[in-house]
């Protein structure tokens, strides 16, 4: 199994960037999926981006389509997300997980995996 931990979070202003990392632990990192995920307060978990480790491809929910990108450092096992043009709406604790597959249904990827500790990122209008 791989543990992950993410980190990152913080205030910016709507517009501004940040970039969270995911730090893996445990074994067979590459063999993963590693998702973002995040919860605003009173709304239900959202899946925000996904990364197969073994090949690179990509996915994202139509919310952050073209303003966020993830990508991963395999050799420090680390997965990023990359959040540009960010909105108040992008308020949220932010996660990330690994599981076997992602998924998408209308153009949002559902949640998966199990959630440890999440970053806060709060954007302010």
């Known amino acids: 199994d791989v543990q992950l931990q993410a980190s990152g979070g913080g205030l910016v202003q709507a517009g501004g960037s940040l970039r969270l990392s995911c730090a893996a632990s445990g074994s067979t990192f590459g063999d993963y999926f590693v998702g973002w995920f995040r919860q605003a307060p009173g709304k239900a978990r959202e899946g925000v981006s996904c990364?197969?480790?073994?090949?690179?491809?990509?996915s994202y929910s139509f919310p952050v389509k073209g303003r966020f990108t993830i990508s991963s450092d395999n050799a420090k096992r680390t997965v990023y997300l990359q959040m540009n043009s960010l909105k108040p709406e992008d308020t949220a604790v932010y996660y990330c997980?690994?599981?076997?597959?992602?998924?998408?249904?209308?153009?949002?990827?559902?949640?998966?995996?199990?959630w440890g500790r999440g970053t806060l990122v709060t954007v302010s209008s």
């Open positions: 990364i197969n480790l073994s090949d690179g491809s990509t």
């Open positions: 997980a690994a599981d076997r597959r992602c998924r998408m249904v209308a153009d949002m990827i559902l949640p998966f995996g199990s």
